[in-house]
């Protein structure tokens, strides 16, 4: 397959964990893939380091916490000249340990607006670049957590997300505050909060914009990659003795390797075309266990909140 003729993907965070190995599995099938990452040096390093051919692979920085970054990127995308068949919202950061909240370049706290602001972002520009491609199937894809849903094992232990009524957001989301629903600092909460805007976003995507343009909006929840770098900033005891748990007592452990080969499936199989699902393989891993749609928790299928997250977040990034 000639180069230019390869369908591209744009995956966010592919320099480490379900990234890279994402990457790796849609080269093999023959996808070019750009690495939107941070670290261009790292990203270079790691695609040769899992046997990424040269050839179907461009590193192009993006730093998802600043939204002058995103922008950047999707000017240096356009610049390249590729056609744009798939994105992959990826990236995400997890801060466990911090007492006080950091800040991303517009003032907002750093895990929502690089999980959440720089994706809703990201993925608003990149829309048109879907809708442009010659493609007919054209896919967004953005990767779920099990922790967005109390309503299962890994999401009932506190604190539990909580997007409240968005005050956070409806009142800037700058200094003094922290949190989206203007409580105070939870850094946990934080992340969790993310990654049901994540789910919200996806489902937002698909009930705007699915019927006009036939993109096919979906997310996943590949499994729990306990050996993944999201929990470089946890406890080093944690970092050894989590993976051992999800092996052997949750058995809710997925290799990196298998959890990137599961959102290949997403971005590329014919029976994974189904916009607005949310596919999962369950939370104990099963030897040949099966995908299918799972129900997501009761406010990330909140469409009324849903909206009122949209409009808000829309503001924060400037594309009301």
Request: hydrophobic content about 35%; overall charge positive; glycine content about 8%.
């Amino acid at each position: 397959m000639e180069h230019n003729r390869k369908s591209t993907v744009v995956i966010t965070g592919a320099s480490s964990g379900v990234g890279l190995y994402s990457a790796k599995a849609l080269a093999k099938r023959g996808w070019h893939v750009v690495m939107a990452c941070r670290d261009l040096a790292k990203a270079e390093k790691a695609a040769q380091s899992v046997g990424i051919p040269q050839d179907s692979y461009t590193i192009m920085h993006i730093d998802l916490a600043s939204l002058e970054s995103v922008r950047q990127f999707v000017k240096d995308f356009r610049a390249s000249g590729k056609s744009l068949e798939a994105l992959v919202c990826n990236a995400a950061i997890y801060m466990p340990l911090l007492k006080q909240p950091l800040r991303s370049p517009e003032g907002y706290e750093l895990s929502v607006a690089t999980n959440h602001l720089g994706h809703f972002l990201l993925c608003n520009l990149m829309l048109e670049d879907l809708k442009n491609s010659p493609a007919t199937d054209k896919r967004l894809v953005i990767l779920g957590t099990v922790t967005h849903n109390p309503d299962e094992l890994g999401g009932k232990i506190p604190p539990r997300p909580d997007l409240g009524e968005l005050k956070g957001f409806e009142q800037g989301f700058k200094e003094p505050i922290t949190m989206i629903d203007g409580k105070k600092f939870e850094p946990v909460k934080a992340y969790k909060d993310s990654k049901v805007c994540n789910v919200l976003t996806m489902r937002e995507l698909h009930r705007r914009y699915h019927d006009s343009t036939g993109i096919i909006f979906s997310s996943l929840y590949p499994g729990c990659v306990a050996e993944t770098p999201l929990f470089r900033n946890h406890y080093p005891l944690f970092q050894k003795l989590f993976p051992l748990f999800q092996k052997h007592i949750t058995g809710g452990y997925v290799s990196q390797e298998l959890s990137g080969e599961r959102v290949a499936a997403v971005v590329a199989d014919p029976e994974y075309a189904q916009s607005g699902a949310y596919w999962s393989w369950g939370n104990r891993q099963k030897k040949d266990g099966k995908s299918f749609v799972q129900r997501v928790s009761p406010q990330a299928r909140d469409d009324a909140k849903g909206e009122r997250m949209w409009d808000l977040s829309a503001k924060l990034v400037g594309v009301a």
